[in-house]
């Protein structure tokens, strides 16, 4: 079923290309600061989470600078955060679409996803600038890095296809889900490491997907060390089998879009 | 002939007024039901479609034609695919392009451009096939100076030709067309028309739905006429046209009917009028007139209860029915008399313009406040005539010459 709607997608990709545009199009008209705004969001975060956490609060960070601590971990957070929050509302606010016209509708949250990878691309840029500042020498570990990103891709998937469909039924879902990432936020390690979590309730917290894929992203970039396979393992399997029964759920539930939305 | 749409006894459900909380609790029970024993319960359905089947050819035109409610969108949301059927099937040959909304999905902030690589790609055309049909659509939206335009500029009538540029040119094997055209200035209608045609000409699927069953007429071989979700009729176009206005008509008259019925008999209860007398200059009782003479109307009308200022009026008419003149004491500012029991009124006629012939009155009194009839004389059953004599000296002869209806008083002179 995901190979034969693979094919589908690649037949629309130009529908998926020119919404991503849309969406960014319109983001950035009438505004002067542009795209500079996919900037500030990680950097104002990471210089206030210095200030309370590393000067306030005196969180240790595995002896890693607080600065870059933080926005390793910010950076795929925003991400995650960003990407859900826009495509949970995707299909609501593409009614008129809806209800109009037949395309497959997946391509909604695929391309408030596709938008959300850009800003985090925008944002990455900035990253690039404070590894040089701290002069952290790369190791090839980097290179896990892009199975790394596949992996969190399909988990943000995964949950924006659950979340979308979900709220053309139940209106709730949208209020929920910025207070359930918001939650989320903090059962990951970003503004703390791991080793602060108990070990006792460890085995539950690693079930949360983005912790190893947080953790990994800290460990490859900055330490320059292999990340952690285990915790690594357990965000692949969690993340399909989340993706899978998600995919599932929306397309089982897709053809009573136009009739409830 | 091969087929291209083929429906299959297709139904169509649709819930209505249905809360998120009763949806949760349907769910809900559906999720923990007991074995065997979940039933529907929370909401009310309609079917939009009931049991249709019907077929179209490659490269036929459809009509469908109903009053509101009927199900004909329904049916092209089923053909586009947006929607799926209750129960039933539907086989589609080639790829379908609906008009349904034309515009849909454009950006207000988009320059029309913009809006056009949108439009095009939600209706699946290629980058480089909107960029082959750029100029096309420009010329038959007529937008070309506004193409850079952010549309939240254009008025309404530049964003439904620019929408209908686009769908027009997607070249789709089977075009679904909504009542779209019923906007933008007719030059414009008529360019979709051709355009529509040109499709037909092509070899092209076409389904159109229409309240214009002149359109259908002309555009469409078959039609379907669909009432309530059922077929009431399908064929050649002609007839089934032909069973629509009869069907639509009967409807209106059936409603017409019952409530004016009643009201009629109340009204004639209250007054009546008893006698109408033709006067010529003379006073003399006579349905002969020559041109130019005055006439004189004389009501008698009697009330059984109580009438506040009634209205009378007259009108004149052409033996084929054309009404020609009124004379009403309303527009007039004439206020009759309170009616209680016997009255009688005349309208005087100063000089008759009239061309030799037959002429027919209506005399009828009114109620002053709601302009509804009380009596009326110069129906069938008690008609009204009188007849404009051709002068004796021989001018102004034969009636029905192509002379016109009135005289008019003038004279002639060398210059």
Redesign the interface.
């Known amino acids: 079923m995901v190979a034969k709607n693979l094919k589908l997608l690649i037949n629309y990709r130009e529908l998926l290309l020119n919404l991503v545009i849309r969406e960014i199009k319109v983001r950035y008209k009438q505004s002067v600061l542009g795209v500079a705004w996919a900037v500030f969001q990680p950097l104002l975060l990471m210089i206030i989470f210095t200030i309370v956490f590393s000067f306030f609060a005196r969180m240790p960070s595995d002896g890693i600078p607080y600065p870059l601590f933080s926005y390793s971990a910010l950076l795929p957070w925003i991400f995650f955060s960003g990407a859900i929050n826009r495509s949970t509302h995707s299909l609501v606010n593409n009614r008129n679409l809806i209800t109009k016209v037949y395309f497959p509708r997946e391509i909604l949250p695929i391309a408030s996803i596709v938008t959300a990878l850009i800003d985090f691309a925008i944002a990455s840029i900035i990253f690039i600038g404070l590894l040089v500042l701290y002069k952290i020498s790369l190791s090839l570990y980097i290179f896990l890095l892009f199975p790394i990103i596949i992996i969190q891709i399909f988990l943000v998937l995964g949950l924006s296809l659950f979340f979308s469909s979900f709220n053309v039924f139940f209106r709730d879902i949208g209020q929920a889900v910025p207070l359930v990432l918001q939650i989320w936020m903090y059962l990951s390690p970003i503004v703390y490491p791991i080793s602060l979590v108990p070990e006792k309730v460890r085995f539950l917290y690693i079930l949360n997907p983005m912790v190893g894929i947080i953790d990994s992203c800290r460990k490859i970039i900055i330490q320059g060390i292999a990340p952690d396979f285990a915790y690594l393992s357990i965000s692949v399997v969690v993340t399909f089998v989340i993706f899978y029964f998600s995919h599932k759920f929306f397309k089982k539930l897709e053809m009573s879009f136009a009739d409830i939305i | 002939m091969s087929v291209a749409i083929n429906f299959q006894n297709v139904s169509k459900q649709?819930?209505i007024r249905t809360s998120?909380s009763q949806?949760?609790y349907e769910y809900l029970s559906y999720l923990f039901r007991p074995v065997g024993k979940y039933k529907n319960f929370s909401s009310e359905k309609i079917w939009a479609l009931k049991d249709v089947s019907f077929q179209v050819e490659k490269g036929s035109t459809l009509g469908i034609i109903g009053p509101n409610g009927a199900g004909k969108s329904t049916i092209l949301?089923l053909l586009?695919?947006?929607?799926?059927p209750t129960q039933g099937t539907i086989m589609i040959e080639g790829k379908t392009a609906?008009l349904?909304?034309i515009g849909?999905?454009f950006?207000p902030?988009?320059t029309g451009r913009?809006n056009i690589?949108?439009n095009g790609?939600?209706?699946?055309?290629?980058?480089r096939e909107i960029d082959a049909k750029m100029d096309e659509i420009m010329e038959f939206a007529e937008l070309k100076d506004f193409i850079d335009t952010p549309i939240k500029k254009y008025s309404s009538g530049m964003y439904v030709r620019l929408g209908f540029a686009v769908a027009i040119n997607v070249d789709p094997e089977i075009l679904l067309v909504d009542e779209v055209l019923a906007v933008g200035d007719l030059a414009f209608q008529h360019k979709c028309m051709n355009k529509i045609s040109e499709f037909s000409n092509m070899g092209k699927t076409i389904i159109v739905v229409s309240h214009n069953v002149r359109n259908i007429q002309m555009m469409c071989s078959k039609a379907l006429f669909l009432n309530k979700g059922v077929i009431q009729d399908y064929g050649d176009s002609k007839g089934v046209v032909v069973n629509y206005i009869n069907f639509m008509m009967s409807m209106e008259k059936r409603k017409e009917t019952e409530k004016d019925l009643h009201l009629k008999k109340s009204m004639e209860e209250k007054v009546k009028i008893t006698q109408i007398k033709l006067l010529d200059s003379k006073g003399v009782d006579t349905n002969i007139f020559s041109i130019g003479e005055p006439l004189r109307i004389r009501i008698k009308a009697q009330s059984k209860s109580y009438i506040s200022h009634p209205d009378f009026g007259v009108t004149i008419w052409t033996e084929d029915e054309k009404k020609i003149a009124t004379c009403n004491t309303k527009f007039d500012a004439f206020i009759c008399r309170d009616l209680k029991g016997k009255g009688e009124w005349e309208c005087s006629i100063h000089s008759l313009p009239f061309l030799p012939g037959n002429y027919s009155l209506r005399v009828g009194i009114y109620d002053s406040f709601s302009g509804l009839p009380y009596d009326v004389w110069g129906w069938e059953k008690r008609p009204i005539s009188f007849i404009v004599k051709s002068l004796t000296d021989g001018t102004k002869i034969a009636p029905y010459s192509d002379l016109g209806i009135v005289e008019l008083s003038h004279n002639w002179e060398q210059l």
């Open positions: 649709y819930r998120a949806l949760f949301k586009s695919g947006i929607t799926n609906a349904i909304e849909a999905g950006h902030e988009l913009e690589y949108l790609s939600i209706l699946g055309l290629k980058k």
